[in-house]
C-alpha cells in the first residue's frame, strides 16, 4: 500500500502562483511515476503533469511554461509549482503514483479568481 497526502493549494488571483505538495509513504518502489492530475466541475480528471523516478517529465499542453513539477525521491515527495495562474486552472488537483498498482491522494482545491 501507499498513502499519499497532499498539501499546498487555495485561492488565489489569476497571475498568481501557488505551489502543491505530495507525500508518499508506504511501500515505494524505486521505480515509479508520480503525478498531477486535476478536475474541475462537470469535466473530466486531466493529466496536468508527470514525473519518473528518473527525472523525465510530462506536461499537459495547457500549463507547459507556468507549471513546474519536480520531487525529492529521498523524501518521496512531489511538488508542483504553479505560475501565472488562469481562471481555467480551477479545480481540484491530485497526486498520483504508480508502479504495480495505482494510487490516488484525497486531492487539494485551486481556486483561481479572475
Known amino acids: 500500500q501507499v498513502q499519499l497526502v497532499e498539501s499546498g493549494g487555495g485561492l488565489v488571483q489569476a497571475g498568481g502562483s501557488l505551489g502543491l505538495s505530495c507525500a508518499a509513504s508506504g511501500s515505494i518502489r524505486g521505480s515509479n511515476i508520480m503525478g498531477w492530475y486535476r478536475q474541475a466541475p462537470g469535466k473530466q480528471r486531466e493529466l496536468v503533469a508527470t514525473m519518473t523516478s528518473g527525472g523525465s517529465t510530462n506536461y499537459a499542453d495547457s500549463v507547459k511554461g507556468r507549471f513546474t513539477i519536480s520531487r525529492d525521491n529521498a523524501k518521496s515527495t512531489m511538488y508542483l509549482q504553479m505560475n501565472n495562474l488562469k481562471p481555467e486552472d480551477t479545480a481540484v488537483y491530485y497526486c498520483?503514483?504508480?508502479?504495480?498498482?495505482?494510487?490516488w491522494g484525497q486531492g487539494t482545491q485551486v481556486t483561481v479568481s479572475s
Open positions: 498520483n503514483y504508480r508502479s504495480n498498482r495505482i494510487y
